[in-house]
């Protein structure tokens, strides 16, 4: 299947501060990735879409101002997580489809966020 | 209703065995389907997608039932590596791509 890299893997910051997370399609060209948080025991929530080239579009309740979504190339989406606090700690997935399939996407190996 | 239902789980069973997975959907415009499967602390990877025809890969089997919207994943002769949270996902037609996952059902394989 498609490959899809995600970093940081794990990262540690003090609440206030800002956090990006890099989201890379390595052997296709993505127009959409998808952004997922998971918590401990949950299931995948997804979080946003990422459109190569225009605004992310936001699920219900997730703060578009919080969480700061460019895709600005075919291959690269990143994520900020502005302001963090320690509630935001969480599992953080990316996605990606290949557009030479069909719907099925493709996990990046996830990021750990711990705010303290 | 929840738009993908899954057996609560957890499945406890000994190596060998063959244990079978139920999924069902609500949305009738559901176009695509999928088996992810799900290690602790990683991320979701894609097991096989179901087709109406039903598939097969080796010891995993896959079945589809659109009248009842159903969706089914055997395991035979399973093995420890076989333990993960299997995953229950569908595409709904006009949802930009997006996919709806199942809460998952956890599988343990014992020795």
């Known amino acids: 299947g498609a490959v899809v890299s995600q970093h940081p893997s794990r990262v540690i910051c003090k609440s206030g501060t800002s956090v990006k997370i890099e989201c890379r399609s390595l052997d296709f060209q993505a127009t959409t990735m998808f952004w997922y948080r998971q918590f401990p025991k949950k299931s995948l929530m997804l979080m946003a879409t990422?459109?190569?080239?225009?605004?992310?579009?936001?699920e219900q309740g997730v703060e578009k101002d919080k969480f700061l979504i460019n895709h600005a190339s075919l291959t690269l989406s990143t994520l900020t997580v502005t302001s963090a606090h320690p509630e935001d700690s969480s599992f953080y997935i990316c996605?990606?489809?290949?557009?030479?399939?069909?719907?099925?996407?493709?996990f990046g190996p996830g990021t750990r966020l711990t705010v303290t | 209703r929840k738009e993908v239902e899954q057996d609560p789980g957890p499945f406890n069973v000994p190596e060998g065995a063959t244990v079978a997975f139920n999924c069902t959907y609500s949305?009738?415009?559901?176009?695509?389907f999928f088996w992810y499967r799900q290690d602790c602390r990683k991320e979701p990877k894609l097991l096989m997608s179901v087709y109406s025809s039903g598939n097969e890969d080796g010891r995993f089997t896959a079945q589809l039932n659109r009248a009842s919207q159903y969706i089914s994943l055997l395991i035979r002769d399973s093995k420890l590596s076989d333990s993960a949270t299997y995953l229950c996902?569908?595409?709904?037609?006009?949802?930009?791509?997006?996919?709806?996952f199942g809460k998952g059902t956890l599988l343990t394989v014992n020795p």
């Open positions: 990422s459109n190569e080239g225009s605004k992310a579009t936001y």
């Open positions: 996902v569908v595409n709904i037609r006009g949802s930009n791509y997006k996919l709806t």
């Open positions: 949305n009738s415009a559901s176009q695509s």
């Open positions: 996605s990606a489809r290949d557009p030479r399939g069909s719907y099925e996407q493709y």
